[in-house]
């Protein structure tokens, strides 16, 4: 049943006499209907979970007592280069400019390395910061205020060296299409705790979907109201949000009146319990309409907090996605998804080359991820929020030689290899380093941690099982951590 | 667990137990077994090296010596032992995993033995059966054998069917089911006249007008080209055009001409095998070229070449058997008896195209832009290939037989990059960086010849290895140099490979060897005009220079290879003999021909040399085993042919009334779409794991009805639903109903199904006049919200279409795959990225959202308010008219004063806002009737049908 479904219904200011008079009706009435109906025609079979297919996104309780409530997922498209930002290795320095030895490149699949590469050692200088004495390079000066709060997460790989299938994976715990993203499951397994904002949302900033496309934030297998709503910070939040010119919000609350009373009626005369289920969604978009506009209004932030994140409101900027993302945890919203654009850095040109674009990328989100992450803990949100931080793999210790010439620029060619992930509040364990690479950063080597363990570890931190949240799919019980790779493990050593 | 139980379904096994009656192995003890066993003893799992998937595994002693089942036996069966155990080491299941099996379910297995441990293959592996409806409780409901089944059912249940739909229900709903579009308000009105007289032959009229629309293609193909994954796009990064909108025209007419299901399968699978094609069937393999390709920079093209020929596997399994095949990829299948060497022996069928995931999507055919040369155009585009073969078939015979080949020792080596050396086994091994315009260029001592054979090999000889990165000579040049050290160039004139079908075109200055991948190893012989005869002394300069690259710069230089020489005269002889010459000049005029026809590029499957196929250790495609051949899984093979099968057999193996799954799947499907929930509720899995059927002897009944009656006529099986008693009831729903039965699986109701997401659309457009009824063509571009768009590396816009093309219905939306059309996402349709068989309706508050506010649902609005505002002079009858126009129904007085009311407090408020007024229309009366336009189009029943 869903008592509170209804009960929320009658607790808003803006619900009309009428409509709660006939919805109160409902819950003894044809509301009941949903008792019999909850695993109705819409929902498939589902393997674990009982939804309530009139409000399948209502607030859940986990498996056990979760440390995070919500998740801010700042997803760096293109795989920053981990060699000039957290992995310091002298010793990669010292092999600068010479021949790649051939133990490092036999059995290796390169997207653009051709024959025998040279060596490229850090391009930026790394000192240690705060208490934790983390290593970073001096392209992050705003964040290595906060690095006693990040739990840096060193040794992460993965199996998959394009920028589609690896984000992907990143994402759905499989290369290929057609599986959920955590979003999805995250809302499918919590709901969400503000239903007048969608439950999971997406910001994008450079003016670039990801490389995989929409499927990064889809519902997968999944019932569709799972899938990640793109939200926009130029424009209308979210999209069909305001209403059309001519109608006003009064004249749509006038024929919200009209429609429901005449829905009410039809709910009467079929019997039909999604005709209940469509008056309460036309309700909660009317709230929605307010609710979204008031979220991503950044004009009500005050001076000071605008410097702190570099924002300018009306700008499509990583920053104001930042922003954003702090006023949308505030506001429940359940998994929060913000993808930065241009971090591949090949040298093929100069937007995409350590010494130059890598430069403005680090310029970008170095004030505002710092921004968010002090926000968060002022507010006192930082506890029950988990911010990640990562790319989809990493780069080789490698200078490319793309084609087997000379690049323009210097860049690092991919690599599945190793990489950095930073996770920080939400009960990841702050001021810590887990996991190390090789001397030279090129393989993970110690504490090694797969994509599937940072999901189970996430799924974890959110209170789950991760091999028992799942979803019934192609003849199994299917899960975020990819049953045919089995052997995910929680990573305890970074849980606080 | 596993397999959820339906609440009607679920056969208490206590009942079974307590009584005599013979145990059903399917309906008494698989579900036991598949809740409660094989997970650990299955096809994934061998747990003590027992398996419950097969009899044999079952019958067999497992890992300790004992044998679980002993037919006849019970006390002799270590199964019912281990059940009934005391001892937790020994117990079954696990007590840490689950609880003891209820007693009642292992009396059951105990009996089950006792009676000789019968096994039966799952209800959809067997073929289906006829059986008769003995007795109902009410001989003149039926209207067609089908109702005899529903009708059974019901009075098991005891239950009444609800009485016959008003005239007008019906009509909505079987208009949108047929056509996907609301009746026109004549046709309500002669319905609604007609049905008085002769309701049977008024209601035939109106299925049989609605079967004869062209619309009834557009609205069934759109369920088909979810199964197909059609999308105007490749997928993947970058995501750029795909021109395949011809296949979904291919759809449109096949389902409009109402081709046998049969055949539709057949020359979708493989049209292009059928003797003598036609260009329509070739069209139709455009199917299984829906898949996606990658076209990201530094993607291996193999990786993406398989993941397509594997999609292939698994969409035909999806579409056409309902079977979750896609397990087997990785191991045999955990529930059911498909092993996982059969996957590879399917996939087989699908590896051996010529499409390689190049981002030109090659090969294609020329779909013409005027369709009365689509047969000379298909017609030359065969005869070309043809003669190709046959030019190149000369040679290779020659090449085959000929056995003095010498090799070309060089004693000097001159690479512009890396390095290149002898290596111990006689072939010529490049090293190093080789970028893509390197030039690999070996001398030595001259040779006399009339052919040079070159030899690209692949680095590894072990062909579990291969394919390698791709090795293609871009330009093969031999150059004689006399003693003095003049160099003269040697003009090939003709080339013969191996075999043909890749990508670049082989000619005598070369394009020849493996590209995107080596395969395997390659060869090509080089033939002069005349035979070169040295002068003594004389030195032979050959290289090998490379300028092709795949995705992302990647050069495809060669590695290895090995030249020889031949002496035979017989090389010249086949060059110049003059009818060769005549038949290469035919081609070329040939060639001309068909390049003046001016069309559309259509990626279609083009079969080519076979590929390899091998086994992938749990699905790794770098783990190969053993080669597999292609073939059917034992489980269903039937009458198949036993070895040599191709692509075409399958397709009829498919298509063949012995197939006990193609006939059931479809007719499910058909049904689905009508009533909003399968027979059997997962249409995509009629496996274990699937639902069972609701009415198992209803879907025998109709899968036996569609193949024999209706010879697969889908029109047909339409007619004689829509038709039924079943389909005819009211949707009207009791209370007491809903809770007997609130997904409406008993039928005792007819259906009310939300619209599909196409059907909003085209409803809201219709309604306002505005739809366009142009079919077929290029993909159009309705109002988008600015900015939906921005694939990475894409400089794709979307250019909102002008005139007509604007209305036009929404199968012809342009479908991008990694951004979908917002309105269409909204409501539940699917990304086209994968095979989908159902889409799984929801109902959220975004969907209100774009019916209330999306600018194109405004414009409709605006349409349609000026339709009703000609429709009376009043405002009541305008209101009466848009109501029925947009539901069937006429108002209710209550209806009618709601709307009044609105219209009414709606005009006060334009009255006193006129700038606001403006923006709807003209006065402030009809701005009003805007809002209420707008308010009726997002009625409920708006929304069902």
Known sequence: MHPDHFARLQHSHLEHLTRRHFLSKCSTGLGAMWLAGATGRAWGTSTALKKDPANPLASASPHFAAKAKRVIYLHMAGAPSQHELFDYKPELQKLNGQDCPQEFLAGK????????????????????????????????????????????????????????????????????????????????????????????????????????????????????????????????????????????????????????????????DTGDAETVTRIAQYEMAYRMQMSATDAFDLKQESPATHEMYGTQPGKESFANNCLLARRLAERGVRYIQLFHWGWDSHGASASEALNKGFMDRCKEVDQPMTALLKDLKQRGLLDDTLVVWGGEFGRTPMLENRGGGVNAFIGRDHNPGAFTVWMAGGGAKPGISYGETDPIGYASMIDKVSLHDLHGTMMHLMGFDHEKLTYLSNGAPQRLTNITKPGTKVITGVLA | MIRPLCLFLAVTSAAVALSEERVDFNRDIRPILTKHCTTCHGGVKEAGKISFIYREKALAPGKSGKIPIVPGKPAESEML???????????????????????????????????????????SFVPPKESAVATISNEKWPSAPLDRYILQRLDREKLKPSPE?????????????????????????????????????????????LLGSPHFGERWAAVWLDLARYSDTFGYEKDPERDIWPFRDWVIRAFNADMPYDEFTIEQLAGDLLPNATADQRLATAFHRNTQTNTEGGTDDEEYRLAAVIDRTSTTWTTWQATTFGCVQCHSHPYDPIEHDEFYQFLAFFNSSEDCDLDEDFPHMKVPDDPAKAAEASRLEIQLSVLREQLNADGHALAESTTDWRPFTPDAFAPSHGTLAMSADGTIRSQGTLPRRCIQKVIGPALTFTAVRLKILPENDDPKKWPERGSLVSKFQVNLIDPAGASTPVAMKEVFVDHLGDFFEPGPNGNVGGFPKLEGPRWSVFVPANKIEPAPGSRLEISLAHSAETAGSQAVPVRRFAIDVSNRPEWTTLITDPQRAATWKSRGEMAGQYGAIKGTMVPVMIQRAARETRVFARGNRLAKENVVTPGVPKLLAGNAPKSGMTRLDMARWIASPSNPLTARVMVNRLWGELFGIGIVQTAEDFGTSGTPPSHPELLDHLALRFENQYHWSVKSMLREIVLSSTYRQSHRATKELINRDPNNRLLARGPRNRLSAEMVRDQALAVAGLLS????????????????????????????????????????????????????????SPSRDLCSARRIVSNTPLQALVTLNDPAHIEAAQSFAKRMAAAGAELPAQLAFGITLATQQAPSPATLAELTALHAAATADYQQTPAESAKLGETPAAAALVLVANTILNLDSAFNR
Not at chain 2, 167 to 187: C, K, Q
Request: charged residues 20%; proline residues 10%.
């Open chain 2, 81 to 123: 032992r281990r059940l009934r155990s005391d001892d937790p080491d020994e117990v079954m299941p696990k007590p840490k995993q689950e609880p003891p099996l209820p007693a009642a379910d292992i009396a059951l297995i105990e009996r089950w033995i006792a009676q000789g441990a019968e096994w039966q293959n799952h209800w």
């Open chain 1, 109 to 268: 699949q390169f997207a653009f390395i051709q024959g025998i590469p040279k060596m490229l050692g850090p391009q930026y200088p790394f000192k240690q910061y705060g208490q934790s004495g983390a290593w970073l390079s001096d392209r992050l000066p705003h964040f290595s205020t906060m690095v006693d709060d990040v739990c840096f997460i060193k040794s992460m790989y993965t199996d998959q060296f394009n920028h589609g299938p690896a984000q992907l994976l990143v994402h759905t715990g499989t290369q290929n299409l057609g599986a959920p993203s955590i979003g999805a499951w995250a809302t499918y397994g919590l709901g969400t705790e503000n239903q007048n904002l969608p439950g999971f949302i997406v910001l994008t900033s450079g003016g670039k979907n990801p490389d995989a496309g929409k499927s990064v934030w889809g519902s997968g297998y999944l019932p569709s109201v799972y899938q990640g709503v793109q939200c926009r910070s130029q424009g209308e939040p979210v999209l069909y949000l305001d209403n059309p010119p001519g109608i006003s919000r009064d004249l749509r609350r006038r024929s919200l009146d009209s429609l429901d009373r005449l829905n009410q009626q039809i709910a009467e």
């Open chain 2, 773 to 828: 009824p142009k079919m077929h063509g290029p993909p159009v571009y309705p109002p988008q919200p600015d900015g939906v768009w921005s694939s990475v590396y894409s400089g794709a816009k979307w250019k909102t279409s002008q005139g007509e093309d604007r209305y036009r219905r929404g199968i012809y939306t342009y479908s991008k795959r990694t951004s979908g059309f917002p309105g269409f996402l909204m409501f539940d």
């Open chain 2, 165 to 209: 739909a008003a005239p007008a229900e019906w009509l909505r709903r079987v208009s949108f089911d047929l056509t996907g579009l609301p009746p026109l308000p004549e046709d309500l009105t002669a319905y609604q006249d007609a049905v008085v007289k002769d309701p049977a032959a008024a209601r035939a009229a109106v299925v049989d007008r």
